[in-house]
């Protein structure tokens, strides 16, 4: 009976962890504390796996304490399932209140895995070490200051009670962030707030949501009055509605499509006669912001320009008169003929984000291609591509069997992976799996820019955990034995990284690397010497990794590159060649006879500090070496 309950227990443990990994997307005012909290959840799971698995009966007192974990598991469970299918606008009101309960459900599982007893449960190696990881995580994230966006909070608070026109501008900033710009998202909206307050009794802070929710339906059907008709398939109407106009391609002051779209000095975009008209009248401040405007230059919008009158011809509309294909020199172009300015440009962002979500291959190829290099180009742009929604449309087509477009993918998300928040977004979105794909089956260009994406991803210390798990070791060493000299030193890199963590080292010798770092060794012309010592030196800390270097008879090339090479390449070849020393007296006998002594007398005295350590802990062994030889010929 008793085995029962603990099956039951750890397969109620797995669901939670399981249910948690499927959600891909949260809502953007908790999403950082939302993608932070599921990454190290889910990686408690191969501990249940393991615990669930074990033949031995559980220590005393491990029962209890993996029920704890439960508790605290559930209700971290139910938080993340409000951030991520709840209601958006009670999110933004109850901010604080929310991320409080994140603080508290850091505490609760920290202090839920603080009364486990590791050390009795069997555990291996990777997963002990993975679980302390998720440990010492947790006990850093406590106390750590809340990462809510407070000008979501404010403008909440200016539409409940500011002026008309305050009003306005926060109502556009909430229903852009928090994407509740059409019928459609609001009625998404609508149904979560039913399914959150079903049978609870109205108060102030429910009819506070609700009166958000009408403001922001106002807007909705102020800027797109057809969406409140009902279209019936009995009573067509006998002429189609003039499509709605998207709210990006409406000037802010005018609310009309704008024919000549221009750019000022905050980055906002409108009509040039209407801001014209604006700064005429002696205004010095963006209509939109009301920030100052450090000057009145207007900068003509190409790339919006060129948006409108696409979306004029996709709709069989005349595009305003003056659009045509000319434009002036002196912008950056992309490869595909769209002029893109140096800043982020939200709305270039959301059109081409746009296209990969509802576009036809052609156009997502195109998209992806355009985002790739917006991505490459600044921080902004990769912070604009996330929130936007980039990053799973990007994971998407990471499948495709398009290679060009698997190309662009890749190399965007690769770009957008520079900056540090988007790395678990990326995780969290389930692109490790397809990226690894990439590396197996893609272009040479995408399968290099697939293992470089690897090692930037893996530069998170819970990412190395996951990237290993998921096969992409012995993909890597692949690219390593076939790929170009790039695609070698993109996977060697990876690798090296990935070996950091004590799990990993076995994997990577098990893929066979070590026989390929060797001959890399030994082909001096490669260029590869440095980066093949640098894995070693951290193969040769693990047991099956020393095993497998010293089967390749190390010592002759170890020697000679302690002789010959750079001062990286000695520091590195003195390390390997100590880790063999130091568990095997026969490779110190091997590098007695080759005359390592004056090589790493000299190291000792001009090498780097570390390389010049390494060195004297050698000519020790050789010493020893030397006086078991004189007792030996004494006997």
């Given at each position: 009976m008793a085995e029962v309950i603990l099956q039951l227990l750890f397969q109620s443990l797995l669901d939670i962890v399981n249910d948690i990994s499927m959600y891909r997307e949260y809502i953007k005012s908790h999403r950082k504390e939302s993608v932070s909290l599921a990454r190290r959840i889910k990686l408690l799971?191969?501990?249940?796996?393991?615990?669930?698995?074990?033949?031995?009966?559980?220590?005393?007192?491990?029962?209890?304490?993996?029920?704890?974990?439960?508790?605290?598991?559930?209700?971290?469970?139910?938080?993340?399932?409000?951030?991520?299918?709840?209601?958006?606008?009670?999110?933004?009101?109850?901010?604080?209140?929310?991320?409080?309960?994140?603080?508290?459900?850091?505490?609760?599982?920290?202090?839920?895995?603080?009364?486990?007893?590791?050390?009795?449960?069997?555990?291996?190696?990777?997963?002990?070490?993975?679980?302390?990881?998720?440990?010492?995580?947790?006990?850093?994230?406590?106390?750590?200051?809340?990462?809510?966006?407070?000008?979501?909070?404010?403008?909440?608070?200016?539409v409940l009670g500011g002026n008309r026109d305050s009003c306005k501008l926060a109502l556009e900033r909430l229903a852009g962030k928090l994407r509740l710009r059409t019928m459609s998202e609001l009625q998404q909206e609508s149904q979560a707030l039913q399914a959150m307050f079903a049978g609870t009794k109205r108060d102030e802070n429910i009819d506070k949501v609700y009166a958000l929710l009408g403001k922001l339906q106002e807007l909705a059907l102020s800027k797109n009055p057809e969406a409140a008709m009902v279209e019936t398939p009995e009573a067509p109407a006998e002429k189609p509605a003039p499509p709605a106009i998207p709210e990006d391609f409406q000037c802010p002051i005018s609310l009309e499509l704008m024919k000549d779209p221009v750019i000022v000095a905050t980055g906002q975009t409108y009509e040039r006669a209407s801001i014209q008209k604006w700064l005429d009248a002696g205004h010095k401040t963006c209509p939109k912001t009301r920030q100052p405007l450090t000057h009145l230059v207007l900068t003509p919008n190409y790339v919006l320009r060129s948006l409108i009158a696409h979306w004029c011809e996709t709709h069989g509309l005349e595009p305003p008169k003056g659009y045509g294909s000319s434009r002036p020199s002196g912008k950056l172009s992309s490869s595909h003929g769209i002029d893109v300015p140096h800043a982020t440009d939200l709305v270039v962002v959301?059109?081409?984000?746009?296209?990969?979500?509802?576009?036809?291959?052609?156009?997502?190829r195109a998209?992806?291609?355009?985002?790739?290099?917006?991505?490459?180009?600044?921080?902004?742009?990769?912070?604009?591509?996330?929130?936007?929604?980039g990053i799973p449309l990007l994971v998407e087509l990471l499948s495709t069997q398009d290679k060009r477009t698997q190309e662009h993918a890749v190399t965007a998300l690769l770009n957008l992976s520079i900056h540090d928040q988007n790395k678990g977004l990326i995780v969290l979105a389930g692109a490790i799996e397809p990226i690894v794909e990439v590396l197996r089956g893609g272009s040479m260009e995408a399968r290099e820019n697939a293992a470089a994406t690897l090692f930037s991803l893996s530069v998170a210390d819970e990412n190395k955990v996951t990237i290993g798990a998921s096969g992409a070791i012995p993909t890597l060493v692949d690219l390593f034995n076939s790929g170009s000299l790039r695609g070698k030193k993109d996977a060697a890199t990876a690798l090296f990284n990935l070996s950091i963590y004590q799990g990993n080292k076995a994997r990577a010798v098990r893929a066979g690397i070590v026989p390929a770092l060797m001959r890399e060794l030994l082909d001096t012309r490669a260029g590869m010497v440095d980066e093949s010592l640098a894995i070693l030196a951290i193969l040769v800390t693990h047991h099956e990794g020393r095993v497998a270097v010293g089967n390749e008879s190390p010592v002759p090339v170890l020697v000679e590159l302690i002789s010959s090479g750079s001062a990286r390449t000695k520091e590195n070849a003195a390390a390997v060649l100590l880790a063999l020393c130091s568990n095997d007296s026969a490779h110190v006998v091997a590098a007695h006879q080759l005359g390592a002594y004056l090589p790493l007398a000299e190291l000792a005295v001009n090498g780097t500090m570390r390389a010049r350590r390494k060195a004297g802990s050698l000519l020790e062994h050789l010493c020893k070496q030397d006086e078991m030889a004189e007792v030996d010929n004494v006997l």
């Open positions: 799971g191969p501990l249940f796996e393991e615990v669930r698995d074990l033949k031995e009966p559980l220590p005393e007192g491990a029962l209890a304490s993996f029920q704890a974990l439960k508790s605290a598991l559930e209700f971290s469970k139910q938080l993340l399932l409000q951030c991520h299918s709840g209601s958006k606008l009670y999110l933004v009101l109850e901010g604080e209140a929310v991320s409080s309960a994140f603080c508290s459900a850091v505490v609760n599982l920290g202090q839920a895995l603080d009364e486990l007893p590791y050390n009795s449960l069997f555990l291996s190696d990777e997963v002990h070490e993975q679980v302390v990881l998720v440990h010492s995580q947790l006990r850093r994230a406590k106390g750590r200051q809340s990462s809510l966006d407070s000008q979501l909070s404010e403008d909440a608070v200016t959301e059109a081409l984000v746009q296209r990969l979500a509802t576009g036809q291959l052609e156009e997502k998209a992806a291609g355009e985002l790739r290099l917006l991505a490459k180009r600044s921080i902004e742009n990769r912070i604009s591509i996330a929130e936007a929604g």
